[in-house]
């Protein structure tokens, strides 16, 4: 399953979406102007980055779908705390992994329209004289955008040099389950001992 999501994902029709384009291209400056904030300090950083997140992206939808058919053995309270950790998980790969890109742009390129709510919007972080300079690296990206149940659009997944987040944490997810007796309060706790460290190795 996790296979033909990525392929269809992949060989999507090219068609224009402006709005999605346009709603990820706003998105990312307002995120960018948390992370590069002089003013916050490292807590108010992420708690302000965390309500970005929470607003761009459909932070329950996502991690149900990384339980993969664990999601119907679990019961609601454990899948409201996985909810919960995954959140703090998140949160803290994809600031991680944007403040990689701290002093580049980002440009939006082009999207693939797979249906009338269903955008998959491709960019690029480059160094802002990219073209100026041969030996520095840009950066493909891309975006998963859907619409919410108001209709706004809202991010389900993003994509970083071919790999989407998401399904990857489901693959990953999956194997931890298996050899775990299927326990998703076990992979809870781990999900917030891997923020923890990540949090701790962005710190020092």
Same mark, same amino acid.
């Given at each position: 399953?996790?296979?033909?999501? /990525? ?19 706003? !998105?990312?400056?307002? /995120?960018?102007?948390?992370? @590069? ?24 939808? %996502? ?23 995954? %959140? ?14 701290? /002093? ?7 999207? @693939? ?16 004289? @990219?073209?100026?300079?041969? @030996?520095?690296?840009? %950066? ?13 659009? %809202? ?6 040099? *071919? ?18 007796? *299927?326990?998703?309060? !076990? ?13 701790? !190795?962005?710190?020092?």
């Amino acid at each position: 399953m996790v296979t033909a999501l /990525g392929t269809s994902l992949m060989s999507a029709p090219a068609h224009a979406s402006v709005e999605s384009e346009a709603f990820i291209q706003s !998105s990312m400056e307002d /995120g960018y102007e948390i992370l @590069n904030s002089t003013t916050l300090t490292d807590d108010e950083r992420s708690a302000q980055f965390r309500e970005f997140m929470l607003a761009l992206t459909d932070m329950r939808r %996502i991690a149900r779908f990384t339980l993969g058919p664990y999601v119907n053995r679990a019961s609601d309270a454990e899948i409201e705390d996985f909810v919960d950790a995954f %959140i703090t998980y998140a949160t803290a790969v994809y600031e991680d992994r944007l403040t990689t890109y701290a /002093g580049q742009t980002l440009t939006v390129s082009r999207s @693939n329209d797979r249906a009338a709510d269903d955008s998959v919007v491709t960019a690029i972080f480059a160094t802002p004289d @990219n073209d100026a300079d041969p @030996n520095s690296l840009s %950066i493909n990206v891309a975006f998963r955008v859907r619409e919410d149940t108001n209709g706004d659009p %809202i991010v389900i997944d993003m994509q970083v040099e *071919g790999i989407w987040l998401a399904v990857n944490q489901r693959a990953d997810f999956t194997s931890f389950l298996q050899q775990n007796n *299927g326990s998703v309060p !076990s992979l809870s706790a781990s999900l917030r001992r891997q923020a923890e460290t990540i949090r701790s !190795s962005d710190e020092t």
